[in-house]
Structure formats: structure tokens, C-alpha cells
């Protein structure tokens, strides 16, 4: 039981690793693309050139955080499969040997997977790293649209603005939306409360 309990800790950090690069992977990609954009502007101008590999790039990078943003709440859920196989363990723990609860925390069924970090809460999707990733993926996907529209329009800003942040807020709302019925189909509790989903 203890070599079982500590693999899954093994795990448990192998899935929070690869969630922390992946993020950081892409968070470096931005950062390195949106300071490309800006040479590029500063270059040429805000003139054809900057139009065309402002566009190439935010797709691009939009299409960076649509895959890492999937990957990482795969590894999200991962991870709290993981934590809920240890919590049973230690339910474990305590049945076999009752005289260990005034040594170990013993806490309440409902209130074991908050001892491991993992908090309840509505807005507890916008706090995973899945949740991040969507935000800025959304501001990037929205940022291409805008630019796209403004292109169209004959560069009128108000419909560049318009349409990205109509774009903006419609794939955060998908990509929050995605990630909630995630959890549920995986036949997980997310870390997302039981009983406020309910109400």
C-alpha cells in the first residue's frame, strides 16, 4: 500500500511537470512572437508586411494554445484521478489502523481532496493551468480575428475591435465550458465543488 501511495505521488508530480512546461512553453512562445510582431512593426511600418506575418503568427499561436490548453487539462484530470487513488489509501490507512488518526489528519470524506490543494468553487476554472491557457488562448484567437476584420474593413478600428472581442469572449466561454464537461465526463469530481454545481 505505501509503494502504491507513493507512486502515485510519482505521478501526481509527473503531471503537474509536464502541466507547468507546457504552459511555460507557450507562455515563452507569446512572449518571443509578440516581441517579433513588434520589430516587424517597427521595421516596415504598420504596412502590408506587418499585416501578413501579424496574421501568420497570432494563428499560429492561437493554434499553440488551443493544443496546449487540451493537453494540460488532460493532465489536470490525470493528476486528480491520481490525488482521489491516494485519498482512498489513506481512507485505507485509517480503517486498518484506527490508532494512526491522532497521528495523520483525519478529515471528513467531502473535505480530503481540499487537504491535497485541490479547492472547490465555480470560478475554480479560471484558477487551473488548463484555465490560463484558455484565457490567453482566447485573447490570442480574438487578437487574430480583430486583425483580420480590420484588414477587411479598411482598417477601421471599431469593427477590428468589435469583432475580436466578440471572438474573444465567445472561445472563452468555449474553452471554459469544454473544460467543465471534461471533468464530468471523465467521471471525475473536478475541482470544481459537487454541491455548488448542483445548485
Known amino acids: 500500500m505505501t509503494t502504491e501511495h507513493f507512486t502515485l505521488q510519482g505521478a501526481r508530480a509527473a503531471t503537474i511537470a509536464e502541466s507547468t512546461s507546457r504552459a511555460t512553453l507557450f507562455l515563452g ?100 493551468v488548463a484555465g490560463m491557457i484558455g484565457v490567453v488562448t482566447s485573447v490570442v484567437t480574438g487578437s487574430t480575428v480583430g486583425l483580420l476584420a480590420l484588414l477587411v474593413s479598411s482598417r477601421s478600428a471599431v469593427v477590428g475591435f468589435a469583432a475580436g472581442g466578440a471572438v474573444g469572449v465567445t472561445v472563452l466561454a468555449t474553452l471554459m465550458r469544454y473544460q467543465y464537461r471534461a471533468w464530468g465526463s471523465a467521471g471525475q469530481e473536478p475541482p470544481l465543488g459537487r454541491e455548488e454545481t448542483d445548485s
Open 29 to 128: 512562445a507569446l512572449s518571443a512572437g509578440m516581441v517579433a510582431l513588434g520589430l516587424i512593426a517597427t521595421a516596415a511600418r504598420i504596412g502590408a508586411a506587418f499585416y501578413t506575418f501579424g496574421l501568420i503568427l497570432l494563428s499560429t499561436l492561437s493554434f499553440i494554445g488551443f493544443v496546449t490548453f487540451d493537453r494540460v487539462l488532460q493532465s489536470g484530470i490525470e493528476d486528480l484521478r491520481c490525488a482521489q487513488r491516494i485519498e482512498r489509501l489513506r481512507s485505507y490507512y485509517f480503517d486498518v489502523a484506527p490508532e494512526l488518526t491522532d497521528y495523520m489528519a483525519s478529515v471528513p470524506p467531502s473535505q480530503r481532496l481540499a487537504l491535497q490543494g485541490l479547492h472547490g468553487g465555480r470560478r475554480q476554472v479560471f484558477r487551473t
